[in-house]
């Protein structure tokens, strides 16, 4: 696998939020967001390879059940859904961060209740909603999240277009400097939305919001 960075840290989004968390952060990624801050993660061959069973070894050392495997995006990797199965067999916690662009039926496949899909919906002002792949919205499971970064009306509205097409709590964070979280609070409040929660990237207000290993 090619991997951009290991480390441990808390954690600022999803259903780990506030959580000690290992972090597996995977080299390459099939879409350019226009917000995105991890572009080291698919821009400048900043990557080690690293077997599955190297990996596990490197991570034994936070002493940490905990991992949380994103990127770039994770599922390009040949070996991603083996990682995940030997994580989960060895009684690791495992959230899969991907980007709603790949297929995440063979994760899901696995039949695994401790892996977490928390599948990254790209809405309209990150610039790649067009390769979104809508099916994978009906595969995932009540216990999963679909996560809109939003920075626009436009994506708001793009929020209410995909709410009814899962049973995934959907998660709402702000783009960081672009829109205010009471925008997202009221938009919540306003269109009673019951299956939808706003979260703050709280690694961004812990830390300085381009530090990395956090």
Known sequence: ????????????????????????????????????????????NEFTEMSVDEIIEYIKQY???RVTLTGGEPLLQRDAV????????????????TNGAVSVAPILDLG?????????WKC????????????????????????????SKEDLDEVTRINGMTNATVYLSPVFGDIELKELADYILDNRLNQTRLQMQLHKCVWPINMRGV
């Open 1 to 44: 696998m090619l991997i951009n960075e290991i480390f441990c840290s808390i954690n600022g989004e999803s259903k780990f939020s506030g959580f000690r968390t290992v972090f597996i952060r995977t080299y390459g990624c099939n879409l350019a967001c226009k917000w995105c801050d991890s572009a080291y993660s698919w821009q400048g």
């Open 63 to 65: 002493d940490c059940m």
């Open 82 to 97: 083996e990682l995940v199965e030997a994580l989960s067999l060895l009684g690791y916690e495992v959230e899969v961060e």
């Open 112 to 120: 695994y209740d401790t892996v977490l899909i928390t599948m990254d």
């Open 124 to 151: 309209p002002s990150s610039g790649e909603t067009s390769k979104m792949l809508a099916y994978n919205l009906s595969l995932l499971r009540p216990e999963d999240v679909v996560k809109c970064v939003v920075g």
